[in-house]
């Protein structure tokens, strides 16, 4: 069974701090994980997604199979990166996406 | 390309009552999904499809139905609500299925007193 694990409900961070969301799944396969995020009164959407290896807003994630993890990355956090974040893990061939249970994140001024 | 539309926004059903959750994508997805986003828990799967004509159960399918009888919609059927069935809910739908970029709909919140 595939499974993903964001240990942080809430996350408050400073202004121009850096940020981390954390990520770990479980899969036995070649799987493949997003960030999703979905700002206040807005549909949730993709953030970037690992095999693209593409810095969106400035967050980036990195793909470590050693520790099954994909943390989310931002080196000076914006206000206007308050939001709730959900990693989710995905592979070909299964049609289920599965989700982690999301971190709100709240960018402090 | 209004993407993903789901309707209502917003509904209040009575305990027993039943209701139909719509949803239609204009992106010609083969790959629909309905999940349900209660507070602290995060997405949990109810049923998705890989086609007109298929569909499967997700992890949460108790209390539903659904059918996929064109590409484009993917109704989700609510026979007998309960107050556990009070959530949000959102309808996606992607290209290729879930190795791809999932689009979502605004949601549905729904209230069962």
């Known amino acids: 069974a595939q499974r993903v694990t964001q240990p942080e409900k809430l996350l408050s961070v400073f202004k121009g701090a850096p940020v981390e969301l954390k990520c770990n799944y479980s899969?036995?396969?070649?799987?493949?994980l997003f960030w999703y995020v979905q700002y206040s009164r807005q549909r949730l959407q993709l953030l970037l997604r690992h095999i693209s290896r593409e810095s969106i807003k400035g967050f980036t994630a990195d793909l470590n199979k050693g520790e099954t993890s994909f943390h989310l990355k931002k080196p000076f956090a914006q206000e206007e990166d308050s939001a709730m974040y959900y990693c989710a893990l995905g592979n070909f061939g299964n049609e289920k996406l599965t989700f982690g249970t999301g971190t709100r994140l709240t960018i402090i001024p | 390309n209004a993407g993903v539309t789901q309707t209502p926004k917003f509904r209040i059903l009575k305990i027993g009552q039943s209701m139909t959750l719509q949803c239609a994508q204009d992106m010609n997805h083969n790959y629909m999904y309905w999940y349900r986003q209660d507070p602290g828990m995060g997405l949990k799967l109810i049923y998705y499809?890989?086609?007109?004509?298929?569909?499967d159960k997700g992890e949460v399918p108790n209390g539903y139905n659904v059918s996929r009888s064109t590409t484009e919609d993917f109704p989700l059927r609510l026979e007998l609500a309960a107050p556990s069935q009070t959530s949000v809910y959102f309808c996606a739908s992607s290209e290729r299925g879930a190795n791809t970029e999932a689009f979502f709909g605004q949601g549905t919140r729904l209230t069962v007193v």
């Open positions: 899969y036995s396969g070649s799987p493949e």
């Open positions: 499809s890989v086609g007109a004509g298929i569909t």
